[in-house]
């Protein structure tokens, strides 16, 4: 691992997380080239604001639930060789209902260069602390779907709600959202905004 990166988990103590590209629960349907282990890797600098920004989150009754920060180029390149391939409809109800797989590029939810790939973005949502149940989003990870759009129409009141606070949070410790998924927020100031690193998450 890059020595300006670090597990997450080991610099933010009490952060849940499922790293999904390591597991068959996402849009590809099996994991992803790059990632060996499930855990969440982040520079430095992502980690520190992930720490403020749980801070932040438990003042207001909730926890992060993290499903991804650090993400090799190699499981870049893998996505969109993904989105070339024929439709086969196992992850299409779930992920993408709404368009074709080889449509999720122009539309935005899969870039051929990625913040993740920098070590400046993360996928995340809020869970109660109370109860440790994940808050209602309207939507999961990865649907690539308007619904998933920061203001979409369609979300509960309760859910509308729950993505303010996240992004609230969020802004407050120094991230930017993206407009088209309510979970994918960026730093600021990246530590590396012109470097792709492609070492596994292992």
């Known amino acids: ?16 997380w499922d790293a999904k590209y390591a597991t ?12 060996a282990v499930n ?21 207001l009754g909730f926890g992060l639930l993290l499903w991804d920060a650090y993400r090799p180029q190699r499981a870049v390149d893998s996505f969109l060789r993904w989105s070339r391939e ?13 368009i074709d797989r080889a449509a999720m590029v122009a539309d935005g939810y899969v870039a051929a260069r990625s913040g993740h790939s920098r070590g400046g973005a993360v996928d995340l949502t809020l869970y109660h602390l109370a109860t440790g149940e994940i808050a209602e989003m309207g939507g999961g990870h990865d649907l690539m779907d308007p ?7 369609g979300t509960t009141p ?13 802004a407050a410790c120094g991230f930017l ?11 600021k100031h990246e530590p590396h905004p012109d470097t792709y690193f492609d070492f596994p998450v292992a």
């Open 1 to 16: 691992m890059d020595a300006d990166f670090a597990f997450v988990d080991e610099v933010v103590p009490g952060v849940r």
């Open 24 to 35: 068959w629960d996402n849009f590809t349907g099996k994991p992803v080239d790059g990632y």
């Open 39 to 59: 855990r969440i890797v982040g520079s430095r600098a992502l980690c520190a604001a992930l720490g403020r920004a749980q801070r932040e989150a438990a003042a």
């Open 86 to 98: 024929p439709e086969d409809g196992r992850t299409k109800p779930r992920h993408h209902p709404n």
């Open 147 to 153: 619904i998933s759009h920061h203001g979409a129409a």
């Open 158 to 170: 309760a859910e509308a709600e729950n993505r303010r606070v996240l992004r609230a949070v969020m």
């Open 177 to 187: 959202a993206y407009r088209c998924e309510w979970w994918h927020y960026t730093l």
